[in-house]
Structure formats: C-alpha cells, structure tokens
C-alpha cells in the first residue's frame, strides 16, 4: 500500500473520494488533526520570529517542539488506519467452511477490529495533546495570525470528534466487551478534555486586543 504521505492534495483528495474501502473517515480525521497542528507550528513560528517579542518564549518553544511531533504522528495514522481497516475487510473475506476456519476467521475479525479501533483512538489522544498546546499558541500569537490559530483549534476538535466517531462504529462490533468498555471510557474522557482545552484557547483569541 502506497504512503498517502506522499500523495499530491489532489491524488490525495480523489483517494478519499473513491468507492476504495480505505482512506476512510478515519483518515480523514487524522489528516485534519494534522493540518491543525501546521497551523499551529505556523503561528508559533511567526510570534517567535519577532525577536523584539520574547516575552515568555521559553514556553512558547516547548510548545512548538511537543507540536512538532505531533504531526508525523497524525500523518503515519492516515496510512494506519487505511492499513487497519484493510486488515478488517482481508478478515472478514476468509474462508469459514468447516468449524476450524470459523474460529480461525472469528479470531482474525477480532484482531483486526481491535487494531482498526485502536488507531482512531490515538488520533484522539494526538490531537487532544495538541489541544492542550493550542491555548499557549492562541495567548502568544500576533493579531495576523489569530485567525489560524482559531481555523487549528477548531479543526483539531472536529479531528477528535470525527475519530471518537469512527470508535462508537467499531465498538458496535466488538465482541470484547471489557476492551470496548475501557475504549469507550477513554473516548469520552478525551472528547471532554478536548473540548475545555479548545473552549479555553478560543476564549483566548476573542479576549486579545491591539
């Protein structure tokens, strides 16, 4: 499978909109959280090229180098989650003529389904990572790059709420009721903790003049 990495935006975009099974929603999740952490890095680049500026820049650059690792990590999950999904359809295809491939295919759809729900649920815990970045970018930033700061803050909450999506799809299906119990709890916890993080750098934004 081909690195949608290295996809132009529009091979990239006609790969989503292709009747493939993968890249999927949760692709798309991961390139959004993605994008919203360039914007971010973007904004915390400018504020710290402004030299005259340093006020509190120690903070501002440990910011920019836990969001600096974040993006490849939200980049490499748009390929995972295409890899998972695809081992999901490849489980689900095999054989079960007699009982030893049933229970062969059985264990197979288990794995599968635990790996393609796995990766969705490190999008969010990424993302909500960068959330918790964005209200130290969003109180440094120049009045010219307010407006990104608040299109990545936005953008990486839709990415958690469109990978906790793709999780509540996939634990319909799980047959683990312990692992989708904990998966579940983890889920709502990092959706509620993405969204103070995100209420808090907007508030922020709207509360700088000048």
């Not at 930033?141 to 793709?166: H, M, N, P, Y």
């Amino acid at each position: 499978m081909r690195s949608y990495s290295n996809f132009s935006v529009r091979d990239l975009l006609d790969a989503f909109s292709s009747t493939a099974p993968a890249p999927g929603g949760g692709g798309a999740a991961a390139l959004t959280g993605a994008i919203g952490v360039s914007l971010l890095l973007m904004a915390a680049g400018i504020r710290a090229s402004r030299s005259s500026e340093s006020t509190d820049s120690m903070e501002l650059a440990d910011a920019t180098d836990r969001l600096r690792s974040l993006r490849p990590a939200l980049a490499a999950l748009v390929d995972r989650d295409a890899e998972a999904y695809t081992s999901v359809i490849a489980a689900l295809r095999m054989p079960a003529t007699n009982d030893e491939e049933a229970e062969g295919r059985r264990a197979a759809v288990a794995s599968a389904m635990h790996a393609a729900t796995d990766v969705p649920l490190e999008m969010m815990r990424a993302c909500r990572r960068a959330l918790r970045e964005a209200p130290i970018v969003a109180a440094h930033s120049i009045r010219s790059t307010r407006g990104d700061v608040g299109v990545a803050i936005e953008l990486l909450r839709s990415a958690v709420r469109s990978a906790g999506l793709t999780i509540d799809a996939n634990i319909a299906s799980l047959k683990d009721a312990g692992y989708a119990g904990v998966v579940s709890e983890e889920r709502q916890r990092l959706d509620a903790e993405s969204a103070a993080d995100a209420e808090h750098g907007l508030s922020l934004l709207s509360g700088k003049s000048g």
